[in-house]
């Protein structure tokens, strides 16, 4: 039988109840579907930061490399700073795997509502910029504590950063029926890195002639996401830029709590990486009422990218199944929780094809 590695990092918080969801929906679907997933478990999260000073063991990303694919919950806790837990677990993965593509897809879902009057018009994918851009970790801070201090941020676009991620837009734009691309930038503004960023999109989209594409300013793009909608397809953005866009995008399409994404290493050199978009969600952790539907979502990206693209599409009817038939988290206004909505996920399998 076909095994897929897969190594599952729950980290803090709501992961330590999706992450787990997750699983048993995945074992469920791969008997069902005749392969097997083995998923090794990783404590790596803000507890063991606390414990050892370290989010990553020594050799655990070597660890890492050998698995098909890495299903991660979220990082982040009320005792450490937002940019130690970031830094010291997401991105080395992310950047130490060359997982350049984040793939952020939004629509909503049967039964879902959607804040805005046409919710059925948001059926978009957004493309992230994962490996340099604002997120580069490039700058520093100088004379520290003195009334002097600096701190810099630079942004890092390279020829060959920025052309894989057109290329990559355009191929899946291509692939997509509407086969529209949206180029998101801030060139008015940022004069450098910004417009190598439209250049080279430019001339990436020689090579498309199919696919038709447009340019939007990204405070722009905020407000035609919400006013027209149904004018976006495929979009390509910087990896700030994308960040918020696609919480945005979440919130559009109901709530955090089903967004999902892929880091992908699209050449597979390294394992690629796939999280719900939230975080940890200090809030409602403990609570058992964490929206799982995030975390199955991205598990059918996972499946998808591990070639069973056919239990991928079945998992991605049985979420479609149960948001119709309205089990739903109060994040999306239901009264269900974590484990009435895995239950019905599971049951939605058992009936599908
Ligand atoms: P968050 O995503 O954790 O929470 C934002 C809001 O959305 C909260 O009200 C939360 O309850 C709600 N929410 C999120 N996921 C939900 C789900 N599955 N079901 C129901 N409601 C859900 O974002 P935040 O509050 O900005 O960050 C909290 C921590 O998580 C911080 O430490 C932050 O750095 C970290 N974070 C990590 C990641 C990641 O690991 N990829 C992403 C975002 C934030
Ligand atoms: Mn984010």
Same mark, same amino acid.
């Given at each position: ?12 918080? %709501?992961?330590? #109840? $999706? %992450?787990? !969801? ?18 090794? &478990? ?13 989010? %990553? ?9 050998? =698995?098909? +694919? %890495? =299903? ?7 005792e450490v700073p937002d940019h130690i837990s970031l830094w010291g677990l997401r991105l080395p993965i992310c950047q130490g795997f060359d997982q350049y593509a984040n793939v952020r897809p939004a629509r909503v879902l049967p039964g879902v509502d959607s804040p805005l009057r046409d919710g059925s018009a948001v059926d978009w994918v957004i493309i992230r910029e994962n490996s340099e851009g604002e997120y580069s970790g490039s700058g520093g801070r100088v004379h520290r504590g003195l009334p002097e201090e600096v701190a810099t941020e630079t942004s890092v ?8 991620? &057109?290329?990559?837009?355009? *191929?899946?734009?291509? +692939? ?22 439209? #250049?080279?999109?430019?001339?990436? !989209?020689?090579?498309?002639? /199919? ?14 996401? $919400? ?39 699209? *050449? ?6 796939? #999280? ?27 499946? #998808? &990218?591990?070639? /069973? !693209?056919? +239990? ?5 009817? !049985? ?5 119709? /038939? ?9 009264? &269900? ?10 049951? +939605? ?5």
């Amino acid at each position: 039988m076909k095994t897929y590695r897969i190594a599952a990092i729950p980290g803090d918080g %709501i992961g330590n #109840e $999706v %992450i787990p !969801a997750g699983i048993e929906v995945l074992e469920a679907l791969a008997a069902k579907r005749g392969f097997a997933l083995a998923f090794e &478990h990783f404590d790596w999260g803000s507890k063991r930061y606390l414990e050892t000073g370290a989010y %990553i063991p020594a050799g655990g990303l070597e660890r890492l490399k050998t =698995f098909d +694919a %890495i =299903f991660f919950g979220a990082v982040g806790a009320a005792e450490v700073p937002d940019h130690i837990s970031l830094w010291g677990l997401r991105l080395p993965i992310c950047q130490g795997f060359d997982q350049y593509a984040n793939v952020r897809p939004a629509r909503v879902l049967p039964g879902v509502d959607s804040p805005l009057r046409d919710g059925s018009a948001v059926d978009w994918v957004i493309i992230r910029e994962n490996s340099e851009g604002e997120y580069s970790g490039s700058g520093g801070r100088v004379h520290r504590g003195l009334p002097e201090e600096v701190a810099t941020e630079t942004s890092v676009f390279t020829r060959r950063g920025v052309e894989r991620i &057109h290329r990559f837009a355009f *191929e899946l734009a291509r +692939a997509r029926p509407k086969k529209h691309l949206t180029l998101v930038t801030k060139s008015n503004a940022q004069r450098h890195g910004m417009v190598l960023w439209d #250049e080279i999109f430019f001339e990436v !989209a020689k090579a498309y002639p /199919e696919v038709r594409w447009d340019r939007e300013l990204v405070d722009a793009m905020t407000t035609r996401m $919400v006013l027209k909608p149904g004018s976006i397809d495929t979009v390509v953005a910087s990896n700030l830029h994308a960040d918020i866009l696609s919480d945005l995008a979440a919130a559009l399409s109901g709530s955090l709590g089903i967004a999902p994404t892929a880091n992908l290493n699209p *050449e597979r050199t390294f394992p690629s990486m796939f #999280e719900p978009i939230h975080g940890s969600a200090f809030d409602i952790t403990g609570k058992g009422i964490a929206n799982p539907l995030a975390t199955f979502w991205t598990a059918s990206m996972m499946l #998808e &990218h591990l070639g /069973e !693209a056919r +239990a991928a599409a079945g998992l991605m009817r !049985a979420i479609e199944a149960v948001t119709a /038939e309205g089990v739903l988290t109060p994040d999306l206004g239901g009264v &269900h929780d974590t484990r009435a909505v895995t239950n019905a996920v599971k049951r +939605a399998l058992d009936r599908g094809r």
